[in-house]
């Protein structure tokens, strides 16, 4: 790690363990750790839990403390008439409230409902006869019940009845299995902090500090589909709002009367507090007393309430293109994030980022990843997926480390995520625009914080408000982003505590000179206030579609302040925002701008007046012009500090893109700073007015660091003028794989031999016929029945004797005794030795002796006893020969070829290949490049390019590239007139040889290797 450019690790355990977690022997592996990174020079973190969420830290500690559960709040309910006898089985878990509503035309009357909790009672379950073997024979039976739950018993009154219990049940995920912990209790953060926190400290104090830099936590679990709860919630509620939360629960599922909204905001709010002041501030104020950092990517109730966490972070996902699938998540949407590190003046942003990558992810995408993250603010870069050991079904889970054939390059990507890092946590970033986060109107309509806003209600109108409300969030924020308006999201908590200076308001480090509303149906008071102050200072507000509708607060109505905002009715409002009717209307009320729609934001592309707005009232700081290509092609991210701006500039497209940038007018110099090489280059700035505008081309997927600083400007070194070398690449070339070929065997026919009579029927011998057994991948058996046997058979051809040809496997690919035959020969059980092949949980077998020209079977025999045994994970074949197809049936053998078509190893029989090959020409140059530096471009010659690729020349490497642009440059004096020789070095990923499937970016699948 340490010579691949990392600046640490975070001790991270997941699935897989095999070592005790926090027994003395992880604690000796955590001290071989430190003592290790600190030889190195790189700072270590901890993970505070093993496999969020609810990994095994929590179920230890609800194993001692049950009462620590996680929980959730559910219901049950039923409707009868009067006389009707209501007999309602429960589940075994506390009873919050029970009570009958009567009913009106299906309206509930609540002011009339009834607490009916004294007709709940307790049975058993379940019945059975039980056998008395050992009493006389006139009683062979004994009557038993068990298994107790809740039973409601209660006859119905006159009229019509809504039965409503309210339960608290714990929380459970089948995504996570395991006891989850109540993260709201104050009592089960501490002791988690004691059980999985406080034994590095007491270990490991002479590092605290210095090696041993932080603690990092990751998300937590929630349910999905149902709200969370706490023992802790009631009280705490009641104190702060003084009513009772328990008698107002049916709020949280139905209407519940006028104060249904201020219910559920008291809800969410009270449980926010609770995870803030319990969870998160506690966490950060435990780091800060033991000198440690603390950094966590928990999605918080409302953005606010991360506040007191000194790192904030997000995840990150390869698959989500920001602009094009924008999706509002606090834990996946890295501004919110980056807005709240600049509302509280925290300099570093992180981001667990590569999370789901795949095997197919080469370091281009990683670096096109980074490159979206620092357009977003991002700046602190953890990747997931560093695994130490691949071993079986290890490999599931992709690993960015030594495995991988591109880890001799991984120092390029370390380097430039580095640079960029340091740039973008320089100063604040520059936004002069404000997107309110509608938090609380979502809460009040029941969209859920902990799980990107789905609604959890049970109105149908509702839920299409709800979905409308989220819509339109994301919507405006998509066009903010294809209008290229950085912008930053505001809790309206924090808008609360802003400051109003010359017209903007001022929180944190960051001014805002405009503030966009989406639609919401509530505002808090106090962020109210502080609007209207804005807006009499002269500060300008742009909302849009919906007003508030709804008062969450007692006290003065916030709804009549807006409607004297806007002379507006608020019931007009609501008819017109859900209605069918089309139509967009702008109202001015000098400095206050309300978008009015008919129907949604979305639906009516109202985003299309906001932008005329923002360009009659808002100067752009940067404005980019493309050649035709979408707006949104490139995005950028703006800072500054008392001497630098810094603007980073990235193109998210697959097509080269040019552009005038202009950039305020700068009396010093103006750089591009190159993040690959740290090499400073002055630019050619022409002034426009009151702005500079530079000529900037990028490649697919290129970035540019711009930087202005104080000075007398710089000139421009010129250029020296560089001519291409254009390379024919048609035809044959030699062609040298750098590693063994491989097959991958993940194709078996099976059978199960219950009475142990295969070998004595042949089944391992190649003459045997397999044609009516099943074909199945390789898969252990969760749950077998009964002992039996399994065997497997896989069949391959070969043209050829190798004369090494190796049988590799991992440690952990076959579980339970088992018994290898290749061709009717049995291995001998040591005939497996550790060798490293992609990791150093291989094991391989020398079977050269063993084949034969034409038809050669490979059979398992695996005695299956308990849960996970059977051949669980492919099997491989590696060695000197080419792969092609015999009658498409069965792979084949055949002799190497050493020449074909360059970047191409399917056409050299490489489907599974996993490494570099060479490929090597000599190319008579007949006229040598004028110029004393030449450059080679395969961005127009070679489609698609994403390997890693090295050019050498007559001996002279011209360097690696990992990323597009694929162009080099190197000295003529490199060249000579005549034969020179070229070699490629191609180095791609693990991708087809341990998924035995190629992704097409296009589509976003995997599909099967040809062979």
């Known amino acids: 790690m340490s010579e691949k450019g990392l600046g640490g690790f975070c001790l991270s355990t997941g699935p897989g363990l095999k070592t005790p977690y926090l027994s003395h022997i992880w604690f000796d592996r955590v001290k071989l750790a430190l003592e290790t990174a600190e030889e190195c020079g790189l700072q270590v973190w901890v993970h505070d839990e093993y496999r969020y969420p609810g990994g095994i830290g929590s179920t230890q500690i609800t194993l001692d403390h049950p009462q620590f559960i996680a929980q959730q709040l559910t219901f049950r309910e039923t409707v009868v008439q009067g006389g009707q006898q209501v007999d309602l089985t429960l589940p075994w878990a506390p009873v919050l409230h029970t009570l009958a509503v009567p009913l009106r035309r299906d309206r509930c009357l609540w002011e009339d409902k009834q607490d009916i909790s004294a007709y709940l009672g307790v049975n058993h379950q379940h019945h059975a006869l039980r056998d008395n073997k050992d009493v006389p024979a006139p009683r062979p039976h004994t009557y038993v019940s068990f298994n107790p739950t809740r039973r409601l018993y209660w006859k119905a009154p006159a009229g019509r009845w809504r039965v409503l219990v309210f339960l608290q049940e714990p929380s459970a995920n089948s995504d996570c299995p395991g006891s ?78 006028p104060n249904t909204s201020r219910i559920r905001y008291d809800y969410f709010q009270a449980l926010g507090e609770l995870q803030q002041r319990h969870d998160s501030a506690r966490s950060a104020d435990w780091c800060k007393e033991h000198d440690l950092n603390y950094a966590s990517d928990i999605t918080p109730l409302r953005n606010a309430h991360r506040a007191s966490i000194s790192i904030p972070g997000t995840s990150g996902d390869l698959g989500v293109e920001r602009a094009k699938e924008y999706t509002v998540s606090y834990r996946h949407s890295p501004e ?135 819509a339109d969030w994301a919507c405006i924020a998509r066009a903010l982003y294809q209008m290229q308006r950085p912008f930053q999201s505001l809790d309206p908590a924090l808008l609360a505590q802003a400051k109003i200076i010359d017209r903007q308001l001022q929180i944190g480090k960051t001014r805002y000179k405009v503030l966009i509303i989406p639609p919401i149906t509530n505002l808090e008071r106090e962020a109210f206030d502080k609007l209207r102050a804005f807006i009499n200072a002269g500060g300008l507000v742009i909302a849009l579609g919906l007003l508030p509708i709804e008062d969450i607060q007692e006290g003065t109505s916030v709804v009549e302040g807006f409607s004297r905002l806007t002379d507006m009715d608020s019931g007009r409002m609501i008819r017109d925002y859900i209605g069918h009717e089309s139509g967009v209307h702008l109202l001015s009320r000098d400095n206050f701008m309300f978008i009015r729609t008919g129907g949604t934001v979305e639906k009516n592309q109202a985003t299309s007046m906001l932008e005329r707005l923002l360009d009659e009232i808002l100067p752009r700081r940067v404005h980019i012009m493309s050649d035709g290509k979408s707006a949104d092609t490139i995005q950028y991210h703006h ?74 400007p710089k000139k421009e070194k010129e250029e020296p003028l560089i001519e291409t070398l254009k390379l024919n690449l048609t035809g044959h070339w030699k062609v040298d794989p750098e590693d063994d070929n491989a097959l991958r065997l993940d194709k078996f026919k099976t059978k199960f031999d219950p009475s142990n009579t295969g070998v004595h029927q042949g089944w391992h011998q190649p003459a045997y016929s397999d044609s009516r057994w099943p074909e199945t991948r390789p898969q252990f ?23 090494k040809l190796s049988l590799v496997m991992d440690r952990s690919a076959i579980q339970g005794e088992h018994q290898i035959y290749i061709n009717g020969s049995k291995l001998p059980s040591n005939a497996f030795r550790p060798t490293f092949r992609f990791d150093h949980a291989n094991a391989t077998c020398s079977i050269g002796q063993h084949i034969n020209k034409g038809k050669n079977v490979i059979a398992i025999r695996v005695e299956v006893n308990n849960p996970g045994d059977g051949l669980a994970d492919a099997m491989y074949l590696f060695g000197r020969f080419q792969l092609k197809s015999w009658r498409n049936i069965y792979p084949r053998l055949t002799p190497s070829q050493d020449s074909g078509p360059v970047f191409d190893f399917n056409a050299q029989g490489l489907p599974f290949y996993a490494g570099t090959v060479s490929y090597t020409r000599d190319i008579d140059i007949k006229t040598l ?81 040809e062979i």
């Open 180 to 257: 989850h912990l109540d993260r709201f209790n104050p009592e089960s953060v501490r002791t988690l902090h004691q059980t999985v926190q406080q034994p590095y400290i007491e270990r490991f104090s002479a590092y605290q500090g210095k090696t041993l830099k932080g603690i990092l936590t990751a998300e937590t679990h929630f349910p999905n589909d149902r709200l969370p709860w706490s023992p802790a919630l009631p009280e705490y509620f009641k104190t702060r709002n003084g009513y009772d939360l328990l008698s107002c629960l049916p709020a949280l599922i139905t209407y519940f009367g």
């Open 336 to 470: 919110f994030a980056t807005a709240l590190a600049a509302q509280t003046s925290t300099s570093r942003v992180l981001n667990t980022c590569f999370q789901n990558a795949g095997w197919a992810t080469t370091l281009q995408d990683m670096k096109a990843h980074l490159d979206t993250l620092g357009t977003h603010g991002a700046n602190f870069f953890a990747p997931q997926a560093l695994y130490y050991t691949l071993d079986g079904l290890r490999k599931h889970a992709t690993s960015l480390f030594h495995q991988n054939p591109y880890w001799e390059h991984f120092h390029l990507l370390s380097d430039y995520a580095g640079r960029l890092a340091h740039l973008l946590c320089q100063g604040h970033q520059v936004a002069d625009i404000a997107l309110l986060d509608p938090v609380t109107s979502l809460w009040a309509h029941l969209a859920h914080p902990l799980h990107n806003w789905s609604y959890v209600g049970y109105d149908p109108d509702e839920e299409t408000l709800t979905n409308h409300l989220v």
């Open 639 to 712: 800072r500054t500090d008392e001497k630098h701006r810094i603007f980073f500039f990235a193109n998210r497209g697959n097509s080269p893109v040019t552009t005038q940038i202009f950039i305020p007018a700068s009396d010093g110099h103006i750089e591009k700073w190159d993040l690959e090489t740290g090499k400073r280059t002055p630019l050619v700035v022409e002034p426009a007015g009151e702005m500079s505008r530079i000529n900037l081309s990028f490649d697919r997927l290129q970035s540019h660091m711009i930087v202005t600083s104080p000075g007398h």
């Open 781 to 803: 058996f969760d749950n077998p029945e009964e002992k039996t046997i399994c065997w497997y058979r896989t069949t391959f051809v070969s043209d050829i004797v190798p004369n």
């Open 929 to 1009: 490049p004028a110029t004393a530096r030449f450059k080679i471009d395969l961005e127009h010659t070679v489609k698609n390019l994403a390997d890693i690729v090295e050019i050498i020349i007559n001996g002279q490497s011209m360097g690696v590239r990992a990323w597009a642009p694929y162009c080099w440059t190197g000295k003529t004096a490199y060249l000579k007139q005549g034969k020179n020789r070229v070699v490629f070095r191609v180095t791609n990923t693990l991708e087809k040889l341990l998924t035995g499937a190629v992704y097409q970016p296009k589509t976003r699948k995997l599909i099967p290797v």
